[in-house]
């Protein structure tokens, strides 16, 4: 695979990294900035929604961009968010840090894959996307878990110092490597607002944000599920999480292979295995074993739905798929906002943590619907 396509993987393991590690840090930031835990919170969710309301912004706003110029100024945003969020001395400056930090997120992930599929030729598409997004994939594993334990024993402000530093890194990695792309011409924010009035494009977005997000429903409250209903102890529950994150990256890369067979095939599978899996965990969570082996499959296929969902989207708006593209991304985290929300309504209500994995099955089988919609029974692009 070109070196290209790695240095987008390092920009995906910093903006992983970033947003997933507010949860881990969540107790330390509220302490020192003397908020509470639903206003830390926040954090959380403004990152979420800052994705989704910065994807369209910053995709169309620098249409005109050279492709390389564009990617290294988003991971220059990517810098200051971090770092002002390292630096904030107060709780509306750490907002607004995180905000600027999630507004490159859905332009980056949306136009570095477009960027990554010209690096390679056609058949080999979704694994490229696969090696991108496994940069995503590794900061489960490595960069959340390492930056947590990094603010727990220091400072939650070196865990953000430090990925802001490897924001810069990137930029620097992604300056030297990239060649320039020429700008999209003119006349292409119209062309690429022209797709959306393509039942397809709008298909494949509910497609990801029920099919991915009815994980969320689940693994939002993974922590609490596997300390009360499965009985783990703090290091047994860090082993689960850890084999998860090794599902999620195995998934990524294998389904990255599958998806340029049959895209529609893979899309299938992953979907319906999510749905199953959900399901037997409802009945699984209260055993070790059998929560360890769900977990794990389950990250697998979390993860293997990504490269054919990026590929469906951007096939479905073929000839301007920078903003479908980085749309998809928007719509992972409306599925991750609104599968968390529902899971705490759930709870607030007493509902049991198997129903949270019962309802996350029924969501994830909306999305395949949705793609079965797309594709046809058979497989085929309608």
Request: charged content about 10%.
């Amino acid at each position: 695979m070109p070196i290209e396509l790695y240095a987008l993987a390092l920009g995906t393991f910093a903006v992983g990294t970033t947003e997933f590690i507010m949860m881990g840090l969540l107790p330390n930031v509220s302490a020192d900035l003397s908020v509470s835990i639903p206003s830390a919170g926040l954090l959380v969710t403004g990152y979420a929604l800052g994705v989704v309301v910065g994807a369209p912004i910053m995709t169309l706003g620098t249409a005109r961009l050279d492709r390389k110029t564009l990617l290294v100024g988003l991971m220059s945003l990517f810098f200051i968010g971090n770092l002002m969020s390292a630096l904030a001395p107060s709780y509306m400056v750490m907002l607004a840090g995180r905000i600027i930090s999630s507004f490159m997120h859905g332009a980056f992930f949306g136009v570095g894959s477009v960027v990554g599929t010209h690096l390679v030729p056609k058949e080999r598409r979704a694994r490229a996307i696969a090696l991108i997004f496994s940069g995503l994939a590794l900061s489960n594993i490595i960069g959340v878990p390492l930056g947590t334990v990094i603010g727990q024993y220091t400072s939650w402000r070196v865990s953000f110092g430090l990925i802001s530093l490897l924001g810069l890194i990137t930029g620097a990695f992604l300056f030297f490597a990239l060649k320039s792309q020429a700008p999209d011409p003119v006349g292409a924010i119209s062309k690429e607002l022209s797709v959306l009035k393509r039942s397809g494009v709008w298909l494949a977005l509910a497609t990801t944000t029920f099919g991915f997000g009815g994980v969320f429903v689940v693994w939002t409250y993974i922590a609490p599920i596997l300390r009360e209903a499965t009985g783990l102890s703090p290091d047994a529950m860090t082993a689960v999480l850890f084999v998860y994150g090794v599902g999620l990256t195995l998934g990524n890369h294998v389904m990255g292979r599958m998806s340029d067979k049959s895209l529609s095939l893979s899309l299938y599978g992953t979907l319906g295995a999510l749905v199953a899996l959900m399901a037997i965990f409802a009945f699984a969570m209260a055993n070790f074993w059998a929560t360890s082996i769900t977990i794990f499959l389950l990250g697998f296929a979390a993860f293997g739905t990504i490269p054919p969902l990026q590929i469906g989207i951007m096939k479905a708006a073929e000839g301007a798929p920078n903003l479908a593209s980085a749309l998809n991304i928007a719509a992972f985290n409306l599925g991750n906002a609104g599968g968390a929300w529902i899971g705490s309504r759930l709870i607030d209500h007493q509902f049991s943590y198997p129903s949270l994995a019962l309802t996350g099955a029924l969501i994830s089988s909306s999305g395949l619907i949705f793609a079965f919609t797309i594709y046809g029974v058979r497989g085929k692009k309608k």
